[in-house]
């Protein structure tokens, strides 16, 4: 699977596609073959005149003309037919996402690769440099009419993921029936590092040279040269020093947009302490009540804090108003923004506030989240390099409940990132459904005292909903790795009972950390 189709499912699902198979020896990764007497620098056979220099984007082809079915359009034309190439080889996967499918293939079904993406903010002239390598490299793809290519061979070395991802784009897009232009799929480009001690990391034959000494990212072929922020650099430099050390590509899109990506897989099973369970409970009130348990012979509570997200009572409320008057003005409508704002409104200019409001409203969750994944993060980081096994915990929310809430796109897309995180760093990840009205102690179905407090008949305990929730979690933990430990006879069946045992020993000790107003732990 391709770094694009893992980055689509983590920010956004929206995936453009229609069904369609394409002939592999019609998009081969080399110039198509001349006939005798042209010039060097003529289109392939089948090409319209011309159509390079109208238009260097367009990628109209067909792999041979009796199959209809077997066809791709470009954007803005119709379909056209294009002279097949002769005698050209199958095409063969191979490379590093060869490599990254074989190694998933060897996981198992299923297993996907976790990965951490960089955005660069690219000026003006170098994005314009991009838009010319992006429609170079998949003219040179499809249709050969660049007879040669900037720089290293490399530029042209993800040629079968492209057509792989244009392939996917056109098929999913007839499933869902769309009949709008489809959005040409990004390029990937291998990449080396030359870090601060002047060492070489990753394909020396990379078109993409990123210099952690310069804080430079430059791409010498098409005189691409980007000034890194210092928070990328270090991450970057972070990055690299990791094992195994992850595969990292350039993400080029066709509006010059650039992303570096860095993907792997790690996996590894329970098998012995220590242990650092990282315990969320997502919470439709609260946003995210988070406690961190490690156990190194005993057990501590390490971190305890509610993740409140921000609040946009007043931005969607303004945001309702403008949108309001921008699709019908009225008198009562206006009145009500003057009483907030003091501006003179026109129709267009409450369209215009209500999508700037929209955005400021977006950057704030996505910055919330970034945080909050960002301390995860850095928990499981700090008990990986320690070897130290981490499982984290979450008890879902269940989406029915969260449609029409404020946090409702907030909390499902935390939940995507933190499994991926899971998957980058080598953590367990585990969604498990726990409750806060029944007793962490002995189990009884608590009384309700207060909306969001319970006290256990048999054993007088008190607590706060939303804090047992998370001190269930390793509960419900062990138990199933007791019975999944027992399933395959394994020898370390008796460790999660053993822990369980001096788990609740523990929460029996601190039962203050159940009450309402605990003295919880902070910052790790």
């Keep these: 699977m391709s770094p694009h189709q893992m980055k689509a499912r983590t920010a956004t699902d929206v995936r453009l596609s229609a069904g369609v198979t394409v002939a592999p020896t019609a998009f081969r990764a080399r110039p198509s073959p001349r006939r005798a007497g042209e010039a060097p620098g003529s289109p392939a056979p089948g090409a319209r005149e011309g159509v390079a220099a109208r238009r260097p984007s367009a990628v109209g082809v067909r792999a041979a003309p009796a199959d209809p079915a077997r066809w791709v359009c470009a954007p803005g034309r119709r379909p056209r037919a294009l002279a097949p190439s ?188 220590p242990l650092r369970l990282i315990c969320i409970d997502e919470n439709s009130i609260h946003g995210f009540v988070v406690a961190i348990f490690d156990y190194d012979g005993k057990w501590r509570l390490t971190h305890f804090r509610i993740y409140h997200p921000p609040n946009h009572g007043y931005h969607e409320g303004v945001i309702s108003l403008f949108q309001s008057f921008a699709d019908k003005p009225a008198e009562e409508t206006r009145n009500a923004l003057a009483q907030r704002l003091d501006l003179a409104m026109t129709p267009e200019r409450a369209r215009e506030l209500a999508r700037k409001t929209k955005n400021k409203e977006r950057k704030k969750n996505d910055e919330f989240i970034r945080q909050l994944i960002g301390k995860i993060r850095k928990a499981v980081r700090d008990a990986r390099r320690q070897n130290i096994h981490v499982a984290v915990l979450v008890d879902p929310i269940n989406p029915e409940s969260l449609k029409g809430t404020p946090l409702q796109r907030t909390l499902l897309r935390t939940r995507r990132y933190i499994r991926n995180l899971c998957l980058y760093e080598g953590a367990e990840f585990r969604l498990l459904r726990s409750t806060g009205k029944q007793c962490p102690i002995c189990g009884s179905w608590g009384v309700k005292i207060t909306p969001r407090t319970y006290q256990c008949p048999r054993c007088g305990v008190t607590w706060d909903r939303d804090r047992n929730a998370v001190a269930r979690l390793p509960i419900l933990y062990f138990k199933l790795l007791y019975e999944s430990y027992r399933e395959k006879c394994d020898d370390y069946s008796a460790l999660p009972l053993l822990l369980l045992h001096k788990y609740i020993g523990f929460l029996k000790r601190r039962v203050k950390f159940l009450s309402p107003f605990p003295s919880g732990a902070g910052e790790p």
Aim: aromatic residues 8%.
């Design 86 to 273: 002769q005698g050209a080889p199958p095409a063969r996967e191979g490379g590093n996402m060869a490599r990254e499918r074989r190694k998933k293939a060897a996981w198992g079904p299923g297993q996907i690769l976790g990965f951490r993406v960089f955005k660069v903010h690219v000026d003006a002239a170098n994005r314009e440099k991009l838009k010319t390598l992006y429609n170079d490299v998949v003219n040179y793809i499809l249709l050969g009419v660049v007879h040669e290519l900037k720089g290293s061979k490399y530029l042209a070395y993800y040629a079968d993921e492209w057509i792989k991802e244009w392939q996917n784009v056109l098929r999913m897009r007839e499933e869902a029936g769309k009949r709008t232009l489809p959005k040409m799929p990004p390029l990937f480009l291998p990449v080396r590092f030359i870090m601060p001690d002047g060492e070489v990391r990753g394909n020396k034959s990379a078109p993409v040279i990123i210099d952690l000494r310069k804080n430079e990212l430059r791409i010498p072929s098409y005189g691409v040269a980007i000034s890194l922020r210092k928070s990328i650099v270090k991450a970057l430099v972070e990055e690299n020093k990791l094992e195994p050390r992850p595969d990292f590509v350039m993400q080029i899109t066709r509006k010059g947009f650039l992303r570096i990506i860095a993907h792997r897989l790690q996996r590894e099973d329970f098998r012995e302490p």
